[in-house]
């Protein structure tokens, strides 16, 4: 599924991500934990396409596609997600309509008709009542004025709407109280499948009791310094990150 | 859901321009320049009575004695008002009667623009389908007027200016430059000089004007000014909605556009007036060439509870110095503005309304917005204004500026002056850039860059979209699509 194989990346001309290599096999969900500036919200973005993330060394691809040489878009509709740490306010455009366009746009970039109206409401009912959102707040502009854990839930409702094969969810947990965390976990869990994987990228442990990872990787000054399983995270939860922080 | 709200769905193929062509068809001109004669030979073209030869002359005179404005925030050279044609017409023994009688090249050229003229087709379409009665104006005259037969069923006049001196001199003579008198401004005076056809509309008491009337206007001929004049009248508790719009072939020189529009508006009636301003903008890069959109439109809301309603959509235009303005006389009238101006390439707008309070208990409300692209400058001047007798008056201005790219400028100008102590007004503005922040998480959800940019911009101007009649609001969204395109990356 996710092949990454030496990456390098710069933001700004800095150095970030120094030759980091990874693997997620479809079917697996992989833990990135790290300390505050390893690199982890930079993984996300080199591998989304966002501009000012120069790769300057290594690959990345998505079932052997190349995913560097596309664009953002190009890379949706190929299947990769990323739920954002802090999701963005788009005033004027409820989130309904969002929603469609969005969903529209990667399938025209797929070569697959658009979805109707009927179709797509329905959808997003059922998705919608799976998350506890009130239809009422989807025909609100997208995130203006939702709360934290709104906004969060609002992220996985797109999830689950675009149907990614490959999802990146960076820090969402954060903002989180406990019952939303369960139902944002709830609906993380629900799509995970065989052919799908995902990369979990998360500061505490919390989050891995909900969505239990397969492998758990240590991000440290841009290359992943440990590799271990479910039990490596109660570790690093035990005893901080200043041992890899220092080896790296 | 609403079409309007269904934002970019509806956002088509970019296109370049679209307007841009020329049509060749045989045409009259006037002699090249200005002059008290030009005046006379474009009175005698139009058969006009002696009172409205004297009315242009005075104006003419009044006009030579005055300076062009020079406060907006607009640059370009002095015009050479004798550099100019004042009267094109498409070359035809007499007015055209009906559809038939109009010069097919003409209809093709209306038919290109996408805009229903033949009442068959438009009858022809689905039960219920909206339907618009449509004067066309082709350089100074009107060329055709559609469904005029059953709008004079329900009292309603809708015709060519031209033609309302000749049948309705009483109307006119009573109504024309009782809103924008004669030497308002230096280019309204000029236009009372030299306007060669417009639309006039009445609404008698009490009537609801069965359709939407809708004008466009086209500059083909080279070298040649636009300067049309309207008047609509809605007499007491009448009501109408009207709509104009506009476009021009690309042409190097600069081309002007002195326009006049006059709304009266008695007790408890009501005026809907629309524009889609898509006049050739110029060339993106050099700035060459485009329409000089200088243009004076007032409302008088001389009746008791009289409203009217303001909105516009420019994007087109090299130069855009426009302020649709209010006068709100009666007691409890009210006036609304809702504004998109969008600049981009080396476009400048200068453009805004003046709201003026003269009536207990008028009411206002203003909502702009602004969009800067390329290496444009766009400016919102506004005036609200409450008279000593305009007790417990109120406005409330909304004015956002949208920033895309660095080389463009956005400002904003209000004057406010509240002549006494009960009057509420409220301003609020915002400017904002188009962030990448936003960008990058709407392409991140599958939309290219320029499909990302459409969405935010839908947004930001939905609120002004909404005040649009619904079809005319899928039309400008398209045209916020066409215009900013190439605007980022």
Not at chain 1, 66 to 71: G, R
Not at chain 2, 52 to 64: I, K, N, P, S, T
Request: include cysteine; aromatic fraction near 8%; charge should be negative.
């Amino acid at each position: 599924m996710l092949h990454i194989e030496n990456l390098h990346a710069q933001v700004g001309g800095k150095d970030i991500i120094k030759g980091l290599t990874l693997d997620v096999p479809a079917g697996e969900v992989h833990a990135i934990m790290g300390p505050n500036g390893a690199g982890k919200s930079t993984l996300s973005y080199v591998l989304t396409g966002r501009s000012g993330y120069e790769v300057t060394e290594g690959s990345a691809t998505l079932d052997g596609e190349d995913l560097l040489a596309l664009a953002p878009n190009e890379r949706a509709a190929k299947g990769l997600f990323l739920s954002f740490q802090y999701p963005l306010e788009i005033p004027g455009v409820p989130a309904l309509t969002f929603l469609r366009t969005a969903l529209n746009a990667q399938r025209k970039a797929r070569g697959e008709a658009e979805v109707s109206a009927p179709e797509f409401l329905k959808l997003v009912r059922i998705k919608a009542g799976e998350l506890k959102i009130d239809f009422e707040m989807l025909k609100r502009p997208l995130n203006v004025g939702f709360s934290g854990g709104e906004k969060k839930r609002m992220e996985i409702l797109q999830m689950a709407i675009l149907s990614p094969r490959f999802l990146i969810l960076d820090e969402t947990d954060s903002g989180l109280d406990i019952d939303a965390l369960k139902i944002v976990s709830e609906g993380v869990n629900a799509v995970r499948s065989p052919d799908r994987a995902m990369l979990v990228i998360t500061h505490y442990q919390r989050l891995l009791d909900y969505i239990k990872p397969d492998r758990v990787h240590v991000l440290a000054a841009g290359r992943i310094v440990a590799s271990g399983g479910p039990e490596l995270a109660l570790q690093l939860e035990a005893e901080g990150y200043d041992k890899y922080a220092r080896a790296a | 859901m609403a079409a309007v709200k269904e934002t970019v769905q509806h956002v088509e193929a970019l296109e370049k321009y679209q307007h841009g062509f020329v049509t060749d068809i045989d045409q009259e001109f006037a002699p090249k320049g200005l002059s008290a004669d030009i005046v006379r030979f474009i009175s005698a073209k139009k058969g006009e009575p002696q009172w409205m030869l004297d009315w242009r002359l005075e104006a003419y005179e009044r006009w030579l004695a005055m300076d062009a404005p020079e406060w907006a925030k607009v640059k370009f050279p002095p015009i050479d008002y004798q550099d100019s044609y004042y009267y094109a017409a498409p070359k035809e023994k007499s007015g055209p009667k009906s559809l038939d009688e109009v010069d097919p090249e003409l209809l093709a050229v209306y038919a290109k623009l996408g805009i229903p003229l033949k009442e068959q087709a438009v009858l022809a379409g689905v039960e219920g389908a909206p339907r618009y009665a449509v004067d066309a104006v082709f350089d100074s005259v009107s060329v055709v007027t559609t469904f005029k037969k059953e709008l004079g069923q329900a009292g309603v006049i809708f015709c060519s200016m031209s033609e309302a001196i000749r049948e309705h001199p009483e109307l006119v003579r009573k109504y024309l430059g009782s809103v924008v008198p004669v030497s308002d401004n230096y280019y309204a005076c000029l236009n009372a000089a030299v306007f060669s056809d417009g639309s006039f509309v009445y609404v008698p008491p009490g009537v609801r004007c069965p359709m939407e009337l809708s004008t466009y206007f086209r500059i083909n001929a080279e070298n040649s000014g636009q300067f049309e004049r309207t008047l609509i009248i809605a007499d007491a508790g009448a009501y109408v909605s009207y709509l104009e719009g506009c476009t021009a072939p690309m042409r190097d020189e600069n081309q002007l556009h002195a326009a006049v529009v006059e709304l009266v508006v008695h007790d408890d009636a009501e005026i809907k007036y629309s524009t889609v301003q898509n006049w050739y903008p110029g060339d993106p890069e050099t700035g060459k060439g485009g329409i000089y959109n200088f243009v004076t439109k007032r409302a008088d809301c001389r009746g008791d509870r009289s409203k009217v309603s303001w909105t516009q959509v420019e994007t087109g235009s090299a130069i855009t110095w426009k302020y649709p303005s209010c006068v709100l006389r009666g007691k409890d009238s009210v006036g609304e503005f809702y504004s998109i101006a969008i600049t981009n390439g080396r476009q400048q707008a200068d453009t805004g309304t003046k709201m003026i309070h003269l009536g207990e208990g008028s009411r206002s409300r203003v909502i702009s917005k602004g969009i800067s692209a390329g290496r444009s400058s766009n400016t919102y001047r506004g005036l609200v204004s409450a008279h000593p007798k305009a007790k417990g008056a109120r406005n409330f201005t909304q004015c956002d500026s949208l920033l895309i790219g660095k080389t463009c400028a956005a400002h904003t100008v209000p004057y406010v002056e509240a002549r006494n102590g009960s009057c509420v007004f409220e301003h609020e503005a915002t400017t904002t850039k188009l962030s990448e922040d936003q960008l990058f998480y709407v392409m991140q959800r599958g939309l290219s860059q320029e499909e990302a940019v459409q969405l935010l911009v839908n947004g930001f101007v939905k609120d002004v979209l909404q005040e649009l009649p619904m079809e005319f609001a899928v039309e400008a969204q398209k045209l916020v699509a066409i215009s900013l395109e190439g605007s980022v990356g």
